[in-house]
């Protein structure tokens, strides 16, 4: 895993918070200790500084380096103690004199004292011997009365200044610096999520992963739903420290491809959590890959405490898109069944097909199982008069078959219908999808079938029966070949493989089926 990478938060005007945070320093001391100084801010519960920001060891407040600060005693006392005793003393005796002069001294005096004495000097003249005369007399004659001037001038300009809005940036910067340090130390992030993703299933892994197990460091099987899994652990030690459950949320998204997810949970104590954010792809930049493309997946992890989010893990992690047309993912227990993603049956081009069917059958009306054009026959016959019109339909496309060396091997281009009619030619898996498509758009149940090194098409003739009837789609490029010769040799093919149907070599896939579990056709234009 990479290194965690923890962002701090800045604050812009770095001289006024120095100031602002002397002041609040002084003034506590001044108006909020105790007799012996353990009481103030340091010691949130005015007693021995054991749960404030300097006694964070557990024990006597002596290191302040190893144990949880209480954040929300801490937040108390500053709201308490700096509001009330700071700001409100601002305005009385003896704190803005003292506290204002200790800190002008300290901070500005010699800075202005020097910067004026300068700009004076160089604007008389520039003899060496009148320069040391004129230093000597600013400092003994005029130097205290400026700088009493100046120093009155900025008492003046600060008590008219906007108190709240300067607590709030003050309050901030403290809270979230002490809270940084408490989350780094307890929570820690790490990420799983796979570095390549194939467009084709791009959209569908909220599917494919929903209950998808895996094992943990310690052989335990964990559950992720996404293929983007982010593991939270909180390290809080519960029979030694003070330890609340941490609600943590997850930024994440996908450069140039998706819009940003954020995914919320609470982590227990001494327990790990994972969050799986589900991606919404962009279709359009998914479609427009020709080849891989290497791109970055950014993860952001936060803390949420009293509406403060904490940032403590970050990563930019290298990912490589495929094109949609990639048939290959080894994470996908039998990919075979991801096979409707490329049955696109409400692509307009299949809406074309289908006009065209309609044309062919009787007085133009196209029903699926129904006796409307052989009353006196079967459905399953009257539905082959559909399939055949499908066939001689495709066959008019002049769509060329091309040998290819197994169906869906791994890492396989396959082409969506829509490309395959506008190129003019297609492997059989290719084919295949472009009859299924026609057949699921018409209202058939419809089949792929994958059998070693071969694709075609299975339909059911009658719904109420299981009897499958079947195509050899590659056979619409052969100009000679009728439907009943594909017809012949789709049951053939069957036939010749039913042995690898009993071993699982060979599969039947249900498109109406995929579509009720929620597979559903890519969106290609």
């Known amino acids: 895993m990479e290194a965690v990478m923890a962002k701090e938060k800045r604050f812009p005007f770095m001289s006024i918070l120095s100031a602002l945070f002397t002041l609040a320093l002084c003034i506590c001391i001044a108006a909020c200790t105790g007799a012996d100084g353990r009481d103030g801010i340091a010691g949130a519960d005015g007693r021995d500084g054991r749960d404030g920001l300097a006694g964070t060891n557990g024990k006597d407040g002596r290191d302040g380096k190893d144990a949880v600060v209480n954040i929300d005693s801490l937040a108390e006392a500053i709201r308490t103690e700096v509001t009330g005793s700071l700001w409100d003393t601002l305005y009385a005796k003896p704190y803005v004199d003292t506290v ?25 003249y520039s003899d060496p011997y009148m320069d040391s005369i004129y230093k000597t007399r600013f400092d003994s004659t005029f130097s205290e009365t400026w700088l009493d001037s100046a120093r009155q001038a900025m008492i003046d300009s600060l008590k008219e200044a906007d108190y709240d809005s300067l607590y709030n940036k003050l309050y901030d910067s403290v809270y979230n610096d002490i809270y940084r340090q ?17 467009g084709a299933y791009a959209n569908q892994y909220s599917l494919m992963y929903k209950d998808f197990s895996i094992a943990d460091e310690n052989g335990d099987s964990i559950t992720i739903q996404s293929p983007f899994p982010i593991f939270i652990t909180d390290s809080c030690n519960t029979t030694i420290d003070v330890c609340n459950p941490k609600k ?4 994440t998204w996908i450069s140039d491809f998706t819009d940003t997810i954020t995914t919320t949970g609470v982590v227990e104590p ?20 020709q080849t891989p493309k290497q791109t970055s997946r950014q993860i952001e992890v936060y803390a949420l405490e009293n509406d403060h989010k904490i940032l403590f893990y970050s990563e930019s992690k290298s990912i490589t898109i495929h094109p949609m047309q990639i ?17 696109t049956p409400m ?7 289908v006009d065209e069917v309609a044309k062919k059958l009787p007085d133009g009306k196209l029903a699926v199982y129904q006796e409307i054009y052989f009353p006196d026959y079967s459905k399953a016959i009257n539905s082959m008069l559909v399939v055949n019109a499908v066939f001689e339909v495709l066959q008019s496309r002049n769509i060329k078959y091309v040998e290819n060396d197994g169906a869906g091997s791994l890492g396989q281009r396959v082409n969506y219908p829509t490309e395959t009619l506008r190129k003019k030619q297609g ?25 070693p090194g071969h694709a075609f098409v299975g339909w059911l003739g009658d719904p109420q029966y299981s009897d499958m009837d079947f195509v050899e789609t590659t056979m619409i490029g052969d100009p000679n070949a009728s439907f009943i010769d594909a017809n012949i040799e789709g049951n053939d ?25 929620g597979i559903m056709p890519n969106n290609i234009p």
Not at 182 to 198: F, K, N, P, Q
Not at 271 to 289: E, G, H, N, Q, R
Not at 347 to 353: P, T
Not at 503 to 515: F, H, K, Q, T
């Open 427 to 451: 492997i059989c898996i290719e084919t295949a999808v472009l009859f299924a498509s026609v057949l699921e758009r018409i209202g058939f149940k419809t089949f792929v079938i994958f059998v």
């Open 493 to 517: 093919v069957y036939d010749a493989n039913l042995e690898y149907f009993v071993s699982g070599e060979a599969i039947a896939v249900p498109i109406d089926l995929l579509r009720q579990v």
């Open 327 to 343: 048939f290959s993912n080894e994470a996908i227990p039998d990919k075979r069944m991801w096979i409707g993603v490329w049955v």
């Open 347 to 353: 692509a307009d081009s299949i809406s074309r097909i």
């Open 182 to 198: 408490s989350v780094i130390r307890t929570l820690y992030a790490e990420d799983d999520g796979m570095d390549e993703i194939y």
């Open 270 to 289: 001494n327990s790990k959590i994972v969050l799986s954010p589900s991606f919404k792809f962009d279709d359009s930049a998914l479609y427009a890959l």
């Open 248 to 251: 943590v949320m997850v930024k």
């Open 100 to 124: 204002y002069n200790i800190l002008f001294e300290n901070a500005l005096g010699t800075a202005w004292m020097d910067s004026t004495r300068q700009a004076i000097i160089d604007s008389l």
